[in-house]
């Protein structure tokens, strides 16, 4: 059972698929050139827009968050999530993920390689947090994480 398990929706007719709705395939982009780390978040928040996730205004939200206080978790993980008041802006709980093998510049000499925005609806936020955080504490699984070209086995190690 992974860390985002109590996220999963099950489709009805399908009882047996246990496809998690809050990380999918298309949340995630591999493989990424450097670009700096506003352009960073401003896509990890995009690409939870384009999938129904959020409204726009949301991804404001993660760029303020990060004005006031980086993201940056270490070990190569940031986890970008937008403001309290950015909250009215979500419409389902949902993550995506960048992977950066090179790294980009987070600031204060933090490299990120993985960048995961969070857009999680009243206590899912602080939940999804804590998980993420304690899987990324994992040095062999965060480096799988951020050097694997398989969208799969990310979905296995998160979900």
Do not use: W
Request: charged share 30%; net charge negative.
């Amino acid at each position: 059972m992974g860390i985002l398990d109590m996220f999963s929706k099950k489709d009805d007719e399908q009882e047996e698929k246990e496809e998690s709705t809050i990380l999918t395939k298309d949340l995630i982009r591999l493989n990424l050139d450097p670009m700096d780390k506003e352009e960073a978040i401003k896509l990890a928040g995009q690409l939870l827009v384009d999938n129904g996730y959020v409204e726009e205004e949301y991804v404001e939200g993660m760029l303020e968050r990060e004005g006031t206080v980086s993201t940056y978790m270490g070990n190569g993980v940031a986890i970008p999530h937008g403001t309290n008041e950015a909250k009215q802006y979500i419409k389902e709980t949902g993550i995506s993920l960048l992977q950066f093998p090179e790294g980009i510049d987070f600031g204060d000499g933090d490299v990120c390689r993985l960048l995961i925005g969070i857009a999680g609806q009243g206590d899912d936020h602080m939940e999804i947090l804590q998980n993420l955080a304690t899987v990324c504490q994992d040095e062999d699984t965060t480096e799988e994480l951020m050097t694997t070209s398989d969208k799969e086995l990310i979905m296995e190690q998160l979900i």
